[in-house]
C-alpha cells in the first residue's frame, strides 16, 4: 500500500509556471506506475500525464502536450509535474496517482489506478 500528498499548487498568472510534487509513502515506490489527473469545477477527472515505473515512458493529454513534463526520482520517491505556459483552462484540483499493475495501455485510465492523493489547486487567472 502507498500513501500519496500533492505539493505545489496555488495561484498564477496565464503563462507562468508552476512544479507539483507528489511524495509517495513506502519503500517500493518504483513498482508503481505514476500519474496525474486533474478534475475543474463542474467537470469530470481527466488524465494529465503519466510515467512508467521506471520513468523511462511517459504519455501526456493532447491539450497539455509540449508544455507539461512529468518526471520522477524513485530515489525520493516523488513524481513531479512541471507546468509551464499555463492557461486559464488549467485550472483545476490536480491529483497523484499510483498503480503497481499498470501496462502503458492502462496509464491514461483513471479506473485503473488504485492509490490516489488528496489532490492540491491550480489556478491560472488571465
Known amino acids: 500500500q502507498v500513501q500519496l500528498v500533492e505539493f505545489g499548487g496555488g495561484l498564477v498568472q496565464a503563462g507562468g509556471s508552476l512544479r507539483l510534487s507528489c511524495s509517495a509513502s513506502?519503500?517500493?515506490?518504483?513498482?508503481?506506475?505514476m500519474g496525474w489527473f486533474r478534475q475543474a469545477p463542474g467537470k469530470e477527472r481527466e488524465f494529465v500525464a503519466a510515467?512508467?515505473?521506471?520513468?523511462?515512458?511517459?504519455m501526456y493529454e493532447d491539450s497539455v502536450k509540449g508544455r507539461f513534463t512529468i518526471s520522477r526520482d524513485n530515489a525520493k520517491n516523488t513524481v513531479y509535474l512541471q507546468m509551464n505556459s499555463l492557461k486559464p483552462e488549467d485550472t483545476a484540483v490536480y491529483y497523484c496517482?499510483?498503480?503497481?499493475?499498470?501496462?502503458?495501455?492502462?496509464?491514461?485510465?483513471?479506473?485503473?489506478?488504485?492509490?490516489w492523493g488528496q489532490g492540491t489547486q491550480v489556478t491560472v487567472s488571465s
Open positions: 496517482a499510483a498503480d503497481s499493475a499498470l501496462t502503458r495501455q492502462l496509464m491514461s485510465i483513471i479506473r485503473a489506478y488504485e492509490y
Open positions: 513506502g519503500r517500493t515506490f518504483g513498482i508503481y506506475a
Open positions: 510515467v512508467s515505473r521506471g520513468g523511462g515512458s511517459t
